[in-house]
Structures are given as C-alpha cells and as structure tokens.
C-alpha cells in the first residue's frame, strides 16, 4: 500500500475545462510593471555574466536614453541575440541540457553557502479566473563571506524588481542598501535566478532581500495552480498548491531546498466569495482590499514554525468543512467541495485518533494549534503533508459508506496516518537533502501501518505490511538495475525520481526489520531520542542510527545500528540465505538474490561491501508437537553455524517475514514446508506462509529451486482462507498468468487455476459479508477469476450488470467494482455508454475511480483507442488520472499492445503533456513492459526504448533501465519455464480428470 506515490503526472492540470484563452506571451505583456524592464528569462539567460553586464547596460539605456545612438546599437544587438537563441532553443530543445544552461554562472544543483534564509514575507495577488498571479517576497538572509552575488530559485516567473534593505541585528532596516541588485540570468533547468551584486555583501550582515514577481498557471499540478470544477452547474476555481519537491519555486522566488528552513508569514487577496484561505498556520485577520465595488479580501496568516520550502502550503477556495478537537488540543478539519460534504467523517475520526496517537509514541505534541486537511478535486500525488495543511486527492480522503469500498476505505485511514507520521518525521526533524529522502517517506511509509493499526486493530496491517510493502520491495530489489536506498542526486531531474519503491517500501521494511530487532522499546525510545535531539533541524540517516544506537545502549544491550544498517542502506539488493542442515547443525550462506542473474549487471553503483550483509536472521523450527524460535546475527564475512535438535520436521528462516531477505533450503525441507502447508497450514503464522510462497516462487523465477517447489503448494488455496497468504500467492500466479497470456499454455495454467480456486469461491461465497479482511480478500478472488476468463465469473457479471442498470443491483459495493468491469467487458458498446455516462455525472470520488477502471475493461479496440487519446486531450479524465487510464488499460489483454503501441507513437505527445512531472513517465514506462513476454513485441519495444535512452531527463533514464531488464526477464523466464510448466500441467490435468 506504501508504494511509491501514486503520481500522476502532471504538470497540467484543468484539465477539461482549461480556460486561458490568452497565450501566456499576451497575458504577460499586459501586465503592468513597476518601469523596469522585463526580461524574458531566457534571452537574459543566455548571456554569460559579463555579457550579461553588457547587456543590462543596454537595457537601461532603452530606458532612459531612447534617442541615444548607443541604445539603437543595443536595440539591434539585441534583437540579433534574440533572434540566434530562438535559433539556438529551437535546435536544442530535444537534448538534456539546452544551450541556455551553459552561460548560466551557477553549475552547482546545491544553492551557495553564503547565504541562509531566516523569515520569508510573502504577499500574493492571484487571479483565479486568469489563472494569473502578483507577488512580492520579503526575505531576511544572513551572508556569510563576502559574496558578490545571490543564486535563488524561481521557476516559470517574471522576476520583476529586486532590491536589498541592509538590516541591525533586531531586524530593523537601517537603510536601503549601497549594493545594486542587477538584472537577473535565470537558468531553466535549474530553476535558479543569479542576480549579480554592485559590491560585495558584508560579512555576518542580515539583509532584507524584496523581489517582486508575476506568473500565469494555466498548466501542471505544481507550485501554486488552479483546478476548475462543477457545482450545481457553475464552474468554480480553487488555488492549491504542491511544493514538493522543487516547485516552491515555481509559487514564489525561494531558497528552496529542505535544509535552508526559515519562518513563512503570507498575506494573500481573495474576492470575498471564497471564503476558505487557508495557510500553514491559522488565519490573524482579513480585512478589505483595494477598490470596494471589487469585493477583495487581504487575508494574514500567522508566522509559521521553522520550516523547509517544500512544506509551504495555501488554499483558496469555497469548500464546506468539518471539524473538531482532539484529546490534546488540536483543531482538526476536513475540507471538500461542498457536494462531497457529507464523505468527510471517516478522515476526520482517523485523525482524531491519530494526532494523540503520535503524541504519545514520539512523546512530542504535535507543534501547531490546528491541522487542515482538504480534497483538491485535480491533485498529482495521493497526498501531501505539508505541515498544518496536508492536501489529498479527493480519493484518499474521502469516504462514503456502502459505496467505498474496504480496500478504498483502508486506504483512506494508510494515507491519513502516513501524512500524519510525516508531521513530525519530515516537518519537524527534515532531510538534510534529498538523497536521504528515504528518512521521510520510508519512515512515514512503516508508520502508517503503525497509525492504522492503532486506529483499527482488526484490519491486521501489521500482517498486510509484508504483502503490499516488503513483497513490492523485494521484487523491485531483485532487479540488477536496481539502486541503494541513499544515493547521490547529480541533477534536479533526479529528485522527482526518487519517490520510488526503493524510497518508499524497501525503507519502510527496512526500518520494520531495524524495530523488530531492537525491540519495541528500544525503537519508541530511539525514535524520541531523535525527534527531540533534532527538532527544527535537519538530518542525515547516521543520526537516526545514533539515536537508536544509544536507545539500545541504555537499554544495556548496545547495537551498533550504523554499522548494521549501512549493509541495507548504503548498497542495492539484498541477501538470499541458504539454510543446509545437517544434523544437528543448519549452516548458513549468503548471495544476492537477483531475479535474473545472467542479465548484465548494472555499472551505475559499486558496493563497498561486495554485496554482503549483516543480516539479522531468525528462524523457527519444529520438534513436534512445538515450535522454537532463534535469532543470530550472521555475519557479512563469513558463513554462519547454529545448533538445531537432529530430528526436527522442518526449519523456516525469516519468522514473519520480518527481515529483507529470502531464504532457500534443500529439497526435504522445501517438501517438509509443503506438507505443513497442504495439511496443517495452522501451525505457521499467516506471515510465515507468505513468506515460504513469495520466496518459492521467486527462487524458481531466479532458477534456484524446481518448479515443484512453488507449484505443488498451489494446491493449498484450497484452505487457505487468511488474506496475507492467499494474496500473496495469487500476486505471484498474476504475474505467470501475464507473462504467458500470448502462450498456448495459457488456457491450461487458467483452467488449472480455476479448478484450485472453486473451494475458497464455494466457502466465500458472492455475498459482500464478514469482516473487512474477508471482504477484501473475496474481492481479489472474483477479480482474479473474472481476469481468469472464469465463465462463471463473466455469468455472475453479466447477470448482475442488467440489473446494475435497471437500478437493482444487489451486489455489494466490494464487489459491485468488478461486477462493472465485467459488465462492460462482456457487454456491449451501449453497456459501456452506459458506465461512461455514469462516470461522467458522478459525484464521489471512489466511485468516480471505480467507472473509470470499469470503462477501461472493454474489448472493443475502437474504445480503447479513444479512451487512450482522452488521456491527451482531458476533456472528460482530469489529467491527474490519464496515466493511471493507461496504466489500466495496459492490464486489459486486449488493451496491452493498443497502449503499447499508443505510447511508442505519441510518445512526444505524452512526454509534452506529463513529462514534466518526471513521476508520471517513470511510472508508466516499467508498467509498459510490465506483461511483455513474446519475442518479436519485445524486439520493437526495446528497440524503442533504446531510441529515447538518450534524450529523456536522467530520472527516466533509470525507469527505462528497468523496464527493460523487466522485459528481458519476462522473455526469458518464459524461454526456459514454458516447457517444464506444461509437462507439470499437464499431469496435473490428466491427473484431476
Ligand atoms: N510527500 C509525499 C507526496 C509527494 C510524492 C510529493 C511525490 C512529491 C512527490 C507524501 O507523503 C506521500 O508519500 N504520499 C503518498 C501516499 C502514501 C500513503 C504512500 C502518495 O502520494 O501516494
Ligand atoms: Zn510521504
């Protein structure tokens, strides 16, 4: 469930009803100006800084000496530069770096040092309908040496006027200050402005630093930009924002990176209509702004808490909202639009419940007075923490009863608890910079397991944490293009890249395996240890393993948590163990486990540790009528020993899966495992029964154990009923099943699986009832066998799907999705007419996700063909979905090679539209080669992928990487498996007749 965000590209946002008229070019030239000249920022930038002297003194000379021949010489000479950099960005604009870049005076991606941000003024006159925005910022720095000029990030703005106050040392400006700012070079690709200084800055003086600026934001999901939507017929603009993690710069000149924390104030003008503005902080006032008869507001907010850029965070809109007060104090509130009101409750409780949660498990209170949360209707991540106002898709935040479904529900509750980690594990102690982003997002992406599990024991989160988060890492990690948890960001296009399963969920089991070997307390109390050490400060990942270092100290039995944990962190992969007994004794070796060991191995990372761990490895075994427990901590130099009773029934390493490792063990104890599985399941924990499947599977895909191995423990689903094991083995027969969908030996393996299945579906029944890990689990067995092709399934679907229509389904909102998919594609163009209207008129967010899914699942090529080019043009999916659509489509059988061949030919197109915002592309492309498995399709796909290698940013680059060992991997595991699956099938067939 913590898998890297669910981005969805974007960089553009109104979507269907994007209004500017106006081009960009028109709407900036119509602005007014305070005088001074406005630079178009690449003309500016092209120049290098001397020339760029040169030039500015032309500038004023247009300014104040119109007549003078000097300025006509400057005029001309500007127009001949204008004229050769069009030339110039036009031949360059397909390579990485485009000619502007290199007069750029500034290389470094990281800002310089000698200034730091201390208060940040922001004073902002947006224009929803325009989608046009006015500011000013007023910035307190520090300098520190003598610098001669300023490096400050602004991205996609005019910079229109820039000026430094010298400051005392309590803040007052002393006097406008001796030093000229001069015209700013502004670096696209680094989103950087360079003002060049008259002098040097003193050293240890604090000066205010005012830039005003003009943007217009009629694209993207970033920065500050607007969505449009629908209420009662009117179309409304809501202004929300998403920072992270480089686009402060886009909403306002900063320093923006996480380190350089600073204290924010805004003031912001809004027509009286949209009565919710909302800030980080609470509001102090709103008065009345400007010219009466206009109805504008000036709204203050208080001063925020130090903080990063990236957390900065404002809202207009005219939302309704619901809110309360938790057992400490803070005001919650739950914000939507006003038709989605009564859908809050559920995030509203959740967070009740959590804040206090937290308080007590970080022993911290949460800082702020309130916490907001809201559901923007156009939104690129699942959510976003911003501290004091975290912002959701409308579908992570939103819950209605008997229409959400559990999954939908739980997801809701996940996302809400991990935001709310972040509040203190992000907002209040920060990354020093983004290559230990995994502090974040891998911290928060175990805690919302945690928070969720506080707020509902009965989900079992601490159970389904192996299936959606370590199962996800360890497949991820297997691949030989694959990348160590902290590694070096070289460019910003990286940054956006690093939001990934490595971050996200390998973290996050990482950081459960660390808890799980120091203990409960040890963990709780390092985890204070840490937050409270470096409260408004910012972190590097050896300070989180000194904290829990001396946690353990105290607690007399002392880890040395950075030497272990550098093992997991520092290098890529992960070990796979190999138990041999014999007697009495089990002997333990260790290689990294790689899904396809005859690919080429990556040239991307070295490993200082030659891949090899320090593992903490735990086992369990049987001596009948018991079981017993050990743990020893294997070291990376040599292989281990310990002492097992000579005649135990069978050894299992890994207990819960709680360690990030696979294991393997000769052929008896593989057989013994299967026995327990086949007939007494109830003597391993449901953890340990994933575990034994996920590893079997994966060690036959990586050729280390027969087919026997995973394939004879099939047979066991026809009693297991808990959820952990049952979808875990059902995720690893999804992905043989789509390997072999193009293979003769397709229709066997479905009919096989069918016949294994038709117990749990007898036991389960189609009555949506139990509790919620049944719900869910019913729901993945009717989707599993309706993508079976299982023609009762389609029956059941298509029966339903009539009376779904007529308005009297009685299928059960856990099931109604599948119901719908099924529906369409069995049915007819008009069945799907019908799912498309629906998912046009609707209103909840859930069940706006669920048609689209549904109209995806249609057979019909013509359809699928226009739905693809919908996902250009947005005017009916918002362009916060297009990708996951085609993502959809993609997982259609029919759809898979439509998409495919999509993406290759509109490509440009895609990368214009959502390329932007590096997730959405990264994204799509492993998903592209995801199901690929047949020879010649894989030829023209890699030959494609190859062709784009070198032009995409770099962050793309690695996901292109990916998917193509991917691909390979599919290609070869069907070369060498098909056979031996189909003797196996084969007999087992003849077997059952
Ligand atoms: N900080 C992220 C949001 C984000 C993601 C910002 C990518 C910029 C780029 C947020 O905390 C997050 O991780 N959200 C997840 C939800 C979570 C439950 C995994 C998301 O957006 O999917
Ligand atoms: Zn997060």
């Not at 040239?603 to 891949?611: G, M, Q, R, W």
């Not at 308005?807 to 019908?834: H, Q, Y």
Request: proline share 4%; aromatic share 12%; hydrophobic share 40%.
């Amino acid at each position: 469930m913590s898998s890297a965000p669910y981005r969805n590209l974007e960089e553009d946002l109104i979507s269907v009803d994007s209004a500017g008229s106006q081009s960009d070019a028109a709407k900036f030239s119509s602005q007014p100006t305070d005088g001074k000249r406005e630079y178009n920022v690449e003309v500016v930038g092209m120049d290098d800084l001397s020339s760029n002297n040169r030039f500015r003194r032309g500038a004023e000379g247009l300014k104040y000496s119109r007549k003078c021949m000097l300025s006509i010489i400057f005029i001309t000479v500007f127009a001949f530069l204008l004229i050769l950099l069009v030339a110039i960005i036009a031949h360059g604009s397909n390579s990485k770096e485009s000619a502007v870049e290199s007069f750029f005076p500034w290389k470094d991606i990281r800002l310089p040092t000698s200034i730091k941000p201390q208060q940040y003024d922001i004073f902002l006159v947006p224009d929803l309908t325009h989608q046009f925005v006015m500011g000013n910022v007023s910035i307190i720095i520090h300098v520190n040496g003598t610098p001669n000029f300023i490096v400050i990030h602004a991205k996609n703005m005019m910079l229109n006027h820039t000026q430094l106050n010298e400051m005392d040392s309590s803040f007052k400006v002393v006097s406008p200050s001796d030093v000229e700012v001069k015209s700013p070079i502004m670096s696209e690709h680094l989103g950087a402005a360079y003002f060049g200084l008259s002098k040097n800055l003193k050293d240890g003086s604090i000066y205010q630093l005012n830039i005003s600026f003009t943007y217009n934001r009629t694209e993207g999901l970033s920065g500050f930009y607007f969505s449009k939507y629908q209420e009662d017929n009117v179309t409304k603009v809501i202004g929300s924002t998403q920072m992270e993690p480089i686009d402060a710069r886009r909403a306002f000149p900063c320093f923006d990176e996480p380190q350089l924390r600073a204290n924010f104030t805004l003031k912001i003008v809004h027509d009286a209509s949209n009565d919710v503005v909302l800030f980080n902080t609470p509001k102090s006032k709103t008065e009345p702004f400007g010219d009466a008869s206009r109805k504008r507001l000036l709204t203050t907010f208080e001063t925020t808490l130090s903080m990063s850029t990236y957390l900065v965070a404002f809202v207009i809109c005219e939302f309704s909202n619901i809110t309360t007060t938790t057992s400490s104090g803070t005001q919650v509130s739950v914000f939507s639009r006003r038709e989605e009101g009564d859908q809050m409750q559920l995030a509203l409780d959740a967070a009740n419940k959590t804040i206090p949660f937290y308080e007590s498990y970080f022993q911290l209170p949460y800082p702020l007075p309130k916490q907001d949360m809201v559901a923007i209707p156009n939104f690129a991540a699942g959510a976003m923490e911003n501290w004091g106002l975290i912002l959701y898709r409308e579908s992570a935040l939103l819950f209605k009863e008997g229409v959400t479904r559990a999954y939908r529900q739980q997801y809701v509750v996940v996302v809400i608890a991990h935001e709310l980690a972040h509040q203190w594990f992000g907002n209040l102690v920060t990354m020093k910079w983004w290559d230990d982003l995994w502090l974040n997002e891998g911290f928060a992406s175990y805690m919302e397991y945690v928070g969720t599990d506080n707020f509902r024991p009965e989900w079992n989160m601490m159970d389904q944490f192996i299936v959606d988060t370590t199962h996800e890492a360890l497949a991820r990690d297997a691949l030989s293009e694959s990348h160590p948890i902290s590694v070096e960001i070289r460019d910003p296009d990286e940054i956006g890249a690093r939001f990934d399963t490595i971050t996200y969920s390998k973290g996050a089991a990482v950081i459960r395996m660390i808890h799980d070997y120091l203990g409960q307390d040890v963990f709780e109390k390092g985890l204070q240890i840490y937050l409270k050490r470096h409260a408004y400060n910012n972190t590097q990942t050896s300070d989180l393993w000194e904290a829990l270092r001396e946690a353990s100290e105290a607690n007399d039995k002392e880890v040395d948590v950075k030497d272990l944990m550098d093992y997991w962190t520092l290098q890529m992969g992960y070990p796979l163990v190999t138990f041999k007994k014999d007697k009495g004794k089990i002997h333990v070796t260790q290689e990294q486990f790689l899904i396809y060991p005859s690919g080429a191995p990556t040239d991307a990372y070295t490993s200082k540790f030659n891949y090899k761990w320090k593992i903490p490895l735990t086992y369990t075994y049987y001596t009948g009528p018991n079981t017993q427990s050990g743990s020893i901590l294997v070291s990376p130099d040599e292989d281990a020993v310990f002492d097992v009773p000579s005649d135990i029934g069978w050894i299992k390493g890994n207990v819960n899966q709680s360690g990030f490792y696979r294991v393997n063990y000769n052929a008896d104890n593989w057989k013994a495992l299967t026995t327990v599985l086949l007939t007494d399941h109830g003597k391993m924990q449901p953890a340990d029964r994933a575990s034994i499947i996920d590893d079997a599977f994966h060690l036959f895909r990586a050729q280390k154990v027969d087919l026997e191995v995973p394939f004879e423990m099939i047979d066991y689903l026809k009693h297991e009923r808990h959820y952990v094991p049952f979808v875990t083995t059902l995720d690893n027969l999804i992905y043989i099943r789509g390997v072999l969908q193009f293979h003769k030996l397709y229709d066997n393996f479905t009919i096989y699986l069918e016949g294994v299945l038709s117990q749990a579906m007898t036991d389960l029944t189609m009555e949506d009832t139990g509790d919620h890990l049944k719900k869910i689990l019913r729901g993945r067995l009717v989707d599993f066998l309706l993508n079976n092709g299982h023609p009762e399934t389609l029956k059941w679907a298509a029966d339903n799907f009539v009376a779904y229509k007529n308005g009297s389904s009685t299928v059960g909102v856990n099931l109604a999705p599948i119901m719908k998919c099924g529906g369409v594609r069995t049915g007819r163009e008009e069945d799907w007419n019908f799912v498309w209207e629906q998912f046009k008129s609707n209103k909840i967010a859930s069940e706006k996700y669920v048609l689209l899914r549904a109209v995806t699942c249609t057979r019909d090529p013509a359809i699928l063909t226009w739905l693809l080019f919908e996902c250009l043009e947005n005017r009916y999916i918002r362009s916060q979905d297009g990708i996951s659509t085609i993502q959809y489509i993609f997982e259609n059988p029919v759809g898979a090679n439509i998409a495919t061949n999509f993406v290759m030919e509109n490509w440009d197109q895609l990368a214009e539209k959502y390329g932007s915002d590096l997730f959405a592309l990264t994204r799509l492309v492993p998903k592209m080669t995801s199901w690929i498995s047949g020879e010649v399709q894989s030829f023209h796909v890699l030959e494609f992928l190859n062709t784009k290698y070198e032009s995409v940013p770099l962050g793309l680059q690695t996901a292109i990487l990916q998917a193509t060992e991917q691909l390979e991997v599919n290609v070869e595991f069907v070369k060498w498996s098909a056979e031996k699956m189909e003797q196996w099938l084969a007999e087992k067939l003849s077997a059952s007749m």
